[in-house]
């Protein structure tokens, strides 16, 4: 009868670790608020997590900066660089969660997530953004 009891919560607890990890996963997903996605400047409606063929583009359009810095925080984009142009901010950042391969700055510094954003647009793409910003 012990063992059977034991099983029992052993399974529970295995359960209910399962949901935490889920739930983890969803809180901590990069896929914040309102966010458009695009692979290959097509429309795709997710992102289908952060890994994607090597030599795909991926990019999220957001309704305000404060997303856009939402989720360059939950995918732990460093930012390298930051270059401002006609009301344009640009953001060229590094983020070891995403699996896109490493462009370089003129200075050698890598990044793989590009972000912009200016009065009423923020986007960000990985590697680089594309499209118009």
Same mark, same amino acid.
């Given at each position: 009868? *012990? ?20 739930? %983890? ?53 460093r930012e ?18 995403? %699996?896109?391969k490493a ?17 009423? *647009? ?12």
């Open positions: 009868m *012990s063992i059977i009891l034991g099983m029992k919560k052993m399974l529970l607890f295995s359960a209910l670790l399962v949901c935490v990890a889920i739930g %983890c996963a969803v809180w901590f997903s990069p896929l914040a608020g309102n966010a458009v996605f695009y692979a290959d400047n097509e429309p795709c409606g997710n992102a289908d997590g952060l890994c994607y063929a090597p030599d795909a583009c991926v990019r999220a359009d957001f309704a305000t900066v404060a997303e856009l810095f939402d989720a360059l925080d939950k995918i732990g984009a390298v660089y930051r270059a401002e142009s006609g009301g344009t901010t640009v953001i060229y950042a590094y983020s070891d969660r995403v %699996c896109a462009e370089r700055l003129g200075t050698g510094e890598p990044y793989n997530v590009m972000a912009a954003y200016s009065d009423g *647009s923020a986007c960000m793409g990985t590697p680089v953004l594309q499209g118009c910003y």
